[in-house]
């Protein structure tokens, strides 16, 4: 095999004593009674000197099966859907360190069974798999380092015969329980758009790809196939090569991911599957064939702006109240919606899904949606939405003389029609046939009418459409 298993990065082993392993469990049971990231803080340390010790392969093999199940202890005390912290990913990157350092000295061996070589190859890829993962959850992108070695076990995996070998391994969310599955959950999980995920969905995605990424296949390229797939260079720091990119360089390096099984398994039914997983599978599907999202050509931009963020602060706003807004810069302005940056601290107050109300020195606020976002050295990177029509403050009542509930109205003209209506809520408020009386900020006369169904929704807001008179 022509790509070296040597190009795996893996961190120097340091000239000094290795690290005494008779006491470990004890002092990782140590670490389990610390609180809050402390105890992680200090089985992170531990493992860090390990990858960094000169070790027998049995000596560094009993040492990461404990360190799995550290990791294992450290996944569950997380709440599933909470974007992880800085200290859980750099424990997912240390154990694939780890791995590939073994995985090394299964190689340099004389002759590495294939069960061995098929389960360190899994390990190696599960905790690869866990640091991209979380990395798309934090709306970050993933070190270069990480796909290239991902692709590079996978191809140690194609010619040492190791991809279809099943691993039971227990972790969660699950993953696959192949080499091939588990590299090609990864491969679909990036190509669904993750920046476009809303917070949780992240997860979620990679547990419902589960049952279905074996069923895709990695095939040799063939520039006379007309595929639609996407292209994976495995010589590349990317998932994939670009829709457009024409391929270069060696044939034997490309591969078309082919995903014909995977698309007819989609539609049958998959009883342990949620309908929130469905209707997630559903949405990302298209990135898959390469279909792009963007319908309008970007339009650089440079100018300041403000944001008031979430529905409260927007019906604060429309009141007049001037509540606290941030501060922004828009770098790209097309007829669709917008991209801007703005500073880190706003992060954990833009989801995806968020409703923002964009205000600029020229020009009347126009209503957005938080549609993808993006964390890096320069700041937190959002891709807006706008929402077209007159955005307006109302108040909702269960009953005439009840408790108000603010919302935001979103009115279009449609030409020979009126007015079409959208109302934005808070999800979870009210419910679906509830019979609410609305009210117009500064008008004095309520207007009774049944909530239809939601025709748009986020984790954060719900839009029911209206016909008033």
């Not at 099966?65 to 992880?84: D, K, L, M, N, V």
């Amino acid at each position: 095999m022509t790509l070296d298993a040597l190009r795996l990065e893996v961190p120097d082993i340091l000239e000094e004593d290795a690290t005494p392993l008779a006491d470990l469990n004890a002092r990782l049971a140590d670490a389990r009674r610390q609180p809050g990231d402390d105890g992680l803080s200090q089985a992170l340390d531990l493992l860090f000197r390990l990858n960094r010790s000169a070790m027998t392969l049995l000596e560094r093999q009993r040492a990461l099966q404990s360190f799995c199940e550290e990791y294992r202890h450290y996944c569950t005390a997380r709440r599933s859907g909470i974007a992880p912290s800085s200290l859980f990913v750099q424990l997912c990157e240390e154990l694939a360190a780890g791995f590939k350092r073994l995985l090394l000295q299964i190689l340099q061996g004389r002759q590495p069974s294939r069960p061995h070589l098929a389960w360190c190859l899994y390990m190696a890829e599960h905790f690869l798999a866990q640091s991209l993962m979380r990395h798309y959850q934090l709306y970050q992108e993933p070190p270069a380092s990480l796909w290239s070695d991902s692709h590079l076990l996978y191809w140690i995996g194609e010619h040492q015969g190791c991809l279809d070998e099943h691993v039971a391994a227990s972790f969660q969310p699950a993953p696959a329980n192949s080499l091939r599955g588990l590299y090609q959950q990864t491969l679909m999980l990036a190509l669904s758009n993750p920046f476009h995920l809303a917070e949780g969905e992240c997860e979620l995605l990679f547990g419902a790809l589960t049952p279905l990424a074996e069923l895709a296949r990695l095939l040799p390229w063939d520039e006379d196939e007309e595929g639609e797939g996407p292209l994976i260079d495995l010589r590349q720091s990317q998932p994939c090569l670009p829709y457009d990119a024409e391929p270069q360089g060696e044939i034997e390096y490309l591969r078309r991911l082919e995903l014909g099984a995977l698309l007819v398994a989609l539609h049958e039914p998959a009883p342990l599957q949620g309908s929130h997983q469905r209707e997630l599978l559903e949405r990302v599907r298209p990135h898959w064939l390469g279909r792009q999202q963007r319908r309008h050509p970007r339009a650089d931009f440079s100018a300041d702006c403000s944001l008031v963020i979430g529905l409260l602060a927007v019906h604060a706003q429309l009141l007049e109240k001037r509540p606290p807004n941030s501060s922004a810069q828009m770098l790209d302005a097309s007829p669709g919606g917008a991209r801007l940056i703005c500073q880190v601290e706003f992060a954990q107050q833009l989801p995806v899904g968020q409703l923002v109300l964009v205000l600029t020195h020229s020009g009347t606020p126009t209503l957005a949606l938080v549609r993808w976002r993006h964390l890096n050295r320069e700041g937190l990177h959002l891709g807006l939405r706008y929402l077209k029509g007159l955005p307006r403050a109302v108040w909702l009542r269960r009953a005439p003389s009840a408790q108000t509930h603010p919302g935001v109205l979103q009115s279009t003209p449609e030409p020979g029609a009126g007015w079409h209506h959208g109302l934005w809520l808070p999800c979870g408020q009210f419910v679906e046939g509830e019979n609410l009386w609305l009210q117009l900020a500064n008008v004095n006369n309520q207007a009774v009418l049944p909530l239809p169904a939601a025709n748009l929704s986020t984790p954060s807001v719900i839009r029911h459409p209206l016909r008033l008179a």
